[in-house]
Every structure is written in C-alpha cells, then in structure tokens.
C-alpha cells in the first residue's frame, strides 16, 4: 500500500521520465528507431526500474496515467529529433500493457498524441505481446486494425514466448516481431536456439514483417542474427537504455 501511495504522488508530480534504447540497423550499425522505456525518478531512493513499479501501476490502474505520460513525451521528443538532426525516418516504440491495450480509449490517446505533437503516425510503433493479444484474438483484431488504420506500426513484443498460432497472427496487421532475448542469449551457446530464430526469421521474412533481435549482449550474438538475416537488434552490445539527450547523440554519431 505504501508503495501504492507514492506511486499515486508519482503520477501527481510527474516524477517519471523517458530512457530509449536504439534499434540498430545490423548490417550499418545506425540507428533505426529507439525504444522508449520508463523510469521512475523516486526523491529518495533514485531512479526505479519498471519491473519495480509496473505491476503495482498495472493492478491499480495507474499505469493509465503513466502510459499517456509516456505517449506524449515521446511523440513530442520523436518529432523534434526529427527535424533537428534531420532524421525524418526515426521511429518510437512504445510498450502498451494489458490494462493499456483494453482499457477502450488507446486509439483514441493515440490519435490526440500524435495530433498534438504534429508526429506522423508511421513513426510511432507499438510493442504488444502475444498474450495480451491472445486473450481476445477477435477484438484484438478490431483494435490492431484501428491502430493500424491511424498509420501506426505494430510489433509483436518477446516473440516466442507466447501462444500466438501463425494462423492467428497471419490475420493480425503487424508490422514486425521480437524475438525474444532468451532465444538471442542462446546464440552460439546452444543449437537450439540457432535453429529457432532461424524458423522465426524464416517465417516472419514469408509473412513480410521486420525482425529485431532483442537483448544482443555480445558480438557473436550480432553476428549469428546477421547470418540468420534478422536485420535490426537490440541489448546492450548496442547500448544500454539512456536518456533522451545521450540517445540523440547515438543517432548523430560517425558510425
Ligand atoms: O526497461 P526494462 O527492461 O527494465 O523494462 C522492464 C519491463 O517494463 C519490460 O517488460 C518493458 O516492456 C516494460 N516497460 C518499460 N517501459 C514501459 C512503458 O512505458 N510502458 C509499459 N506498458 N511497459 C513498459
Ligand atoms: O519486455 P521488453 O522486451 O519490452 O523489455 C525490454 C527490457 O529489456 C528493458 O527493460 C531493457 O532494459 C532490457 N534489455 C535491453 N537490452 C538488454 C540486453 O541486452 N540484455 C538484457 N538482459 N536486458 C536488456
Ligand atoms: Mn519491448
Ligand atoms: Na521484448
């Protein structure tokens, strides 16, 4: 309950901010898109990670308020790299939860974000796992569909790990999938792992989605998605999450 409470303040004084994790092109090594990730920034004990505030935020609700915080600061800040460091094809991916994706106003928070910010809709992605999804594929269907149709792309989070059938997913507008870091930390160490991502990336490729390989810890891991043809990538070989304006350097920097 505690921890409720000042969660609740949280919200009030707007202590959270905005740490983003590039999505790499493999093959250039650029910058392709970042994720955004929040932070608490707690007055006492510093900055707090997600997984130590989002399932409170989730259970009560909170994470509405957090998550329209989220979406604004990240449109606004998105729109302005893109005119400043003359990158007009840089994208956002924002992680929607349950609660967020079901509540009944996202494409509506989604469309006045995205107005209000003059951010064009393809660059804005949103990461969804399978199992929000999963529990109700029609209606999910509905919203995806909605989403999609304002111009936003969809990215289905963690890929693998969930129990998304491909007949499922062949009938869901997304844009590109996840894989999820456990099959990427197996790379080179167990050939298992090799052979699933190769199954995934063989499949998304037939379906025509992006693949990004998340949690890329060392340069063998780089080069197995390489050799496997999963373009983009993610961890932190690449970068850690960092805030905005250490991002935006990311982006400028001489590869
Ligand atoms: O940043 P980190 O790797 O610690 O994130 C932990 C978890 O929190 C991940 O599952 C991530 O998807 C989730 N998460 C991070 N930022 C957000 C956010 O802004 N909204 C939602 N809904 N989830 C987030
Ligand atoms: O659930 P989701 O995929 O959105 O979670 C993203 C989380 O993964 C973030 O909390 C981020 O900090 C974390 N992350 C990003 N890169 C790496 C990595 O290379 N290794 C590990 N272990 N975690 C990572
Ligand atoms: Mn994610
Ligand atoms: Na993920």
Not at 50 to 69: K, N, S, V, Y
Not at 239 to 249: G, H
Request: proline letters at 5%.
């Amino acid at each position: 309950l505690q921890i409720e409470t000042e969660l609740r303040r949280a919200v009030e004084r707007d202590e959270f901010e905005v740490h983003y994790q590039p999505i790499v092109d493999l093959p250039t090594g650029k910058v392709h898109a970042f994720e955004a990730l929040v932070r608490w920034r707690h007055p006492e004990r510093g900055l707090v990670q997600p997984d130590d505030f989002l399932p409170i935020a989730e259970e009560t609700g909170l994470i509405l308020p957090i998550g329209q915080r989220m979406l604004d600061e990240v449109c606004r800040r998105v729109a302005a790299w893109q005119r400043d460091i003359g990158r007009p094809d840089l994208s956002v991916s924002l992680n929607i939860s349950n609660r967020q994706f079901w509540h009944g106003g996202l494409v509506d928070d989604v469309a006045r974000s995205l107005h209000d910010s003059g951010l064009t809709a393809r660059s804005l992605s949103l990461e969804i796992t399978e199992g929000v999804i999963m529990h109700n594929v029609g209606l999910a269907r509905k919203l995806l569909k909605d989403l999609h149709g304002l111009g936003c792309r969809l990215h289905i989070d963690d890929f693998g790990t969930g129990y998304s059938s491909l007949e499922a997913l062949h009938r869901l507008p997304i844009d590109a999938l996840k894989i999820d870091r456990s099959f990427v930390s197996g790379l080179g160490v167990d050939p298992r792992s090799g052979e699933l991502v190769r199954t995934i990336v063989l499949m998304g490729r037939n379906l025509g989605l992006d693949l990004i390989g998340e949690g890329i810890e060392n340069a063998e891991q780089r080069e197995h998605l390489l050799r496997l043809d999963c373009t983009y990538g993610q961890g932190y070989l690449l970068s850690r999450p960092v805030p905005a304006e250490p991002a935006a350097a990311l982006v400028t920097r001489r590869h």
